[in-house]
């Protein structure tokens, strides 16, 4: 379990008030687990259908109340318990068609989008690692930060 947001450990840290949100820490590979190729896709048009019905979320992605299974069935198995959590009828047919074309149309966006994520990502990443750093040189010891992998 990641908590909402990563407290800063360090003195230095503290002092700068490095508070990193969870979803920062998502870009970082610090707080989530593997992600389906069409995840994106999904979750776009999960956006659209709920949406249409009148159901805009303040939230990144309308994700409430899933479970781990209702996204491994794809959107459609997502769209039908995202509906019947907000006490909503199904989709219809040309509804969930319309929301899959919709997101279809978004999709090079939030791809282009996406690739930010990468480069905060290494950001958060080294900034979580000279946290941890400077808390192990307040105690004394002597640290050196460098990437493993490239």
């Not at 379990?1 to 990563?6: A, M």
């Not at 490095?18 to 994106?40: D, E, F, H, T, Y």
């Not at 409430?64 to 769209?79: I, N, S, T, V, Y």
């Not at 900034?127 to 640290?143: H, I, K, P, S, Y």
């Amino acid at each position: 379990f990641v908590d909402l947001v990563r407290q800063p450990q360090s003195t230095l840290g503290k002092q700068l008030g490095l508070i990193l949100p969870r979803s920062a820490l998502k870009m970082a590979n610090l707080g989530s687990s593997v992600v389906k190729p069409n995840a994106g896709r999904d979750r776009l048009a999960l956006r659209s259908l709920l949406s249409a019905r009148g159901a805009v979320e303040t939230q990144r992605m309308p994700l409430r109340g899933l479970r781990k299974q209702d996204f491994r069935r794809g959107f459609r198995g997502m769209a039908s318990r995202a509906l019947e959590v907000r006490d909503l009828s199904s989709a219809s047919e040309m509804e969930l068609l319309a929301a899959e074309a919709a997101a279809e149309a978004q999709l090079p966006a939030f791809r282009r989008l996406e690739l930010l994520s990468k480069l905060v990502g290494d950001v958060v990443e080294l900034a979580v690692n000279f946290d941890r750093a400077a808390v192990l040189e307040e105690a004394g010891l002597t640290t050196s930060v460098s990437r493993l992998f490239p």
